[in-house]
């Protein structure tokens, strides 16, 4: 059995599509999906954004099961633009199974193996992303995959740590993080956007172009992840 990690349910609807017999089943007060491809069966986990609910989540979840592997997956930022929107990173420093077979059993995929690093939150400027990139060496952040690595580690799971890329220095987030995703409610706060969209009209071409790239990026990732699950 296979564990899949996705931060939010906007990641993940495509990949949730390739699976097979799906069925919503709830363990230790969480919501997990479980599905198959081909013969192996997944169990999508939404984790959340940021360290507070994704410990949370992650413990309860792995909590007295055992996987054959746990790709963690979803959305990363770059911290520099040799990376691009769609690229897909593997992190070799969180993954623990071998990523030289990991790789080969993708030929048709470029990736890039390179650090992740995750983050407190969610990254607006340029500025701060080249700085983050120079002190730490790190190609993209997250806000999770350490936590998951965390607990992957205490309950002897081998890890695979796969996002792509949804933002990069050159081309940001269309708006303001405060008004994209609201860590509380763990989700878009639709009056927030509508109000400063009516403020910056200039923000609506933006964001309708981010939104296209965001929809071709969650289907290279699930086309990637069925791949991942047949080779494993």
């Not at 983050?132 to 999770?144: K, Y």
């Not at 109000?195 to 981010?210: D, E, M, T």
Request: charged share 20%.
């Amino acid at each position: 059995m296979i564990a899949v990690t996705f931060a939010l349910p906007a990641e993940s609807p495509e990949f949730l599509r390739c699976l097979n017999n799906k069925s919503q089943i709830g363990h230790n007060d969480i919501m997990v999906i479980r599905g198959k491809i081909d013969d192996r069966t997944i169990e999508v986990l939404h984790t959340g954004v940021g360290e507070k609910v994704c410990r949370q989540r992650a413990g309860k979840f792995l909590h007295d099961r055992e996987f054959d592997c746990l790709i963690s997956t979803g959305f990363a930022g770059a911290l520099n633009d040799q990376l691009q929107v769609g690229d897909l990173l593997l992190a070799e420093n969180f993954s623990t199974v071998d990523l030289s077979e990991a790789r080969f059993s993708l030929p048709s995929w470029p990736i890039h193996i390179a650090h992740l690093l995750t983050v407190p939150a969610l990254i607006d400027s340029s500025k701060e992303r080249n700085k983050i990139a120079h002190t730490s060496g790190a190609a993209a952040v997250d806000m999770e995959t350490e936590y998951i690595a965390r607990a992957c580690a205490e309950h002897g799971i081998p890890l695979l740590s796969l996002r792509v890329i949804s933002d990069t220095p050159s081309k940001p987030f269309p708006a303001p993080t405060k008004v994209l995703f609201n860590m509380e409610r763990q989700r878009t706060v639709l009056t927030k956007l509508t109000l400063y969209l009516l403020k910056h009209p200039g923000a609506v071409p933006r964001l309708i172009a981010f939104a296209r790239k965001i929809a071709q990026a969650r289907e290279i990732l699930a086309n990637v992840l069925v791949d991942v699950v047949r080779n494993l």
